[in-house]
């Protein structure tokens, strides 16, 4: 066997390789996936701050509105409606269902060459075609095409509000079509995963293909050991109930608490509403669709931050700081509009104090940008071994739908309940799932997706549940005479 496997300085095993440009542009055409998905998270805020809009479906929204203004009465309970959160949050609905569908598709024909079912297949894709130090780096352009998405609906928004006659909330919601042709027409040039092409039976085409992406002829001991995988896999009659064994106890709560405690830092909040909720401040139609598209920026800035970094610092660093980061700012604007609104919702704010609300919502909007926002999707997609990883994404797509729709619905009227409280609500949530990442999330930086069981098996808490003989022992794992797995040579 030819070279063969180094351990590298993060823990884990290199394969030989490097970063080609085939696996590069691969890599950037299926995280164009991202980009519906972006866009329809940014387009619906805005477009139900336009009053046209209100008018003609949501007449009853308008008239409070208009009301609160005249009277200058509560201001936090201005929107709240149960048919308006609809509109934003049936959308989420729809792609929690599709996701079951994508799980069964992807699966058996698709696995790696997502189509339709883009948060199902991209990010799994993305992390199988990365070589393992950089799929970091790969795998956080989905989550980078998110922020592009959300941020062109943003400047979208922004131009229609403008259009004469009150018809531009069509064009935001036509222009959807766009970035779906975009993924619709780069999935046709997709080429396939070394990974799915094995599990469908093609070897020679999967030898081919590792070599071509990795740059080298030397793939031996990564084609032997994705190989091993598959085999290991096809034992597997039934994802859906293999999940829940014992020794798949690890990547079973993750799948479920990562997304979840993804929403619950409640980003979507800014995401869906934030023209709605700069117009609560007091800003004007226009310079709140203008503060959507500030924040918008501060996602796609901040996410890039994570793409040079996470492959070095590692998951968990960036967790922590990001956690903290907006923990902080969630308490400082929840006491800024405490402090001038207080419970009954009633203030003119001064436009240099709404200034510097938007200011702390844009720090906030970062520390989720480099933290939560995309490892929501990585940590999931490299965590679970071949034999449950459509289900087990599945879980991930589906929890993460179900969240952003109970958050897009409960907005509002959880506005119009807690008022400023509301953001030490979050805040709480954020705390608790900072202090989840540090007790029970381990290192997944430069791990090879086929090794990660070593991860688990020398955590302090999921070393419970993995036994010597559930770890899959490829080419480059090494077993003393007693059977024990050599952790020391991961750095976890
Ligand atoms: C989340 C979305 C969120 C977006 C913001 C994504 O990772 O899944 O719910 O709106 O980040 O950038």
């Not at 949501?58 to 509560?74: D, H, I, L, T, W």
């Not at 997944?444 to 098996?457: A, C």
């Amino acid at each position: 066997m030819a070279g063969g496997a180094v351990v590298n300085t993060g823990g884990g095993k290199d394969y030989p390789g490097k970063l080609t440009m085939f696996v590069l542009f691969a890599c950037i055409v299926a995280a164009t996936g991202g980009l519906i998905f972006g866009y329809d998270i940014g387009i619906s805020g805005g477009v139900t701050s336009m009053n046209p809009f209100l008018i003609k479906f949501f007449p009853g929204v308008y008239r409070q509105e208009q009301e609160a203004e005249r009277n200058q009465s509560n201001q936090y309970c201005k929107f709240d409606s149960q048919l308006l959160t609809i509109f934003t949050s049936s959308l989420y609905l729809a792609a929690l269902v599709a996701s079951f569908f994508a799980a069964t598709v992807t699966r058996r024909v698709l696995l790696g060459i997502g189509v339709g079912f883009a948060n199902q297949s991209v990010p799994v894709y993305l992390s199988e075609m990365a070589p393992a130090r950089l799929r970091g780096m790969l795998n956080i352009g989905f989550q980078q095409m998110i922020t592009l998405g959300i941020l062109c609906a943003n400047l979208i928004n922004y131009g229609t509000a403008k259009i004469k006659g009150g018809w531009g909330w069509r064009v935001s919601l036509a222009l959807a079509a766009v970035p779906a042709a975009i993924i619709a027409v780069g999935s046709l040039f997709l080429p396939d995963t070394p990974n799915s092409l094995i599990d469908r039976g093609y070897t020679d085409e999967a030898k081919r293909m590792l070599r071509r992406v990795r740059g080298t002829d030397d793939v031996e001991e990564e084609y032997g050991d994705l190989v091993a995988a598959s085999d290991e896999s096809k034992l597997v009659a039934h994802p859906w109930r293999n999940i829940l064994q014992r020794r798949y106890r690890p990547q079973l709560v993750f799948a479920v608490a990562i997304p979840f405690f993804q929403q619950l830092t409640g980003i979507n909040v800014i995401m869906f509403y934030a023209p709605v909720l700069f117009k609560t401040l007091g800003f004007a139609d226009d310079a709140s669709l203008m503060s959507a598209v500030i924040t918008g920026l501060v996602n796609v800035f901040a996410t890039s931050v994570s793409i040079v970094t996470v492959d070095r610092l590692g998951r968990r660093k960036l967790f922590l700081q990001g956690g903290a980061q907006m923990l902080a700012c969630q308490i400082v604007v929840g006491a800024l509009i405490g402090a001038k609104f207080g419970f009954t919702g009633v203030a003119d704010i001064p436009k240099s104090y709404a200034t510097f609300v938007v200011l702390f919502i844009c720090a906030y909007v970062a520390g989720f940008a480099w933290s939560w926002g995309p490892l929501g999707w990585l940590v999931p997609s490299e965590i679970f071994p071949l034999e449950i990883r459509s289900a087990g994404q599945s879980i991930t797509v589906s929890v993460n739908m179900l969240c952003t729709f109970i958050i897009a619905q409960a907005f509002l009227p959880m506005l119009c309940r807690l008022k400023f409280m509301l953001f030490f609500f979050f805040g709480a949530w954020v705390l608790v799932m900072t202090l989840f990442v540090a007790f029970f999330l381990p290192e997944t930086k430069n791990v090879p997706i086929e090794e990660m069981v070593l991860v688990w098996r020398s955590h302090w808490y999921w070393s419970r549940f993995i036994r010597d003989e559930d770890v899959h022992v490829g080419a480059g794992v090494e077993m003393h005479s007693n059977g024990k797995i050599q952790a020391a040579k991961l750095n976890v």
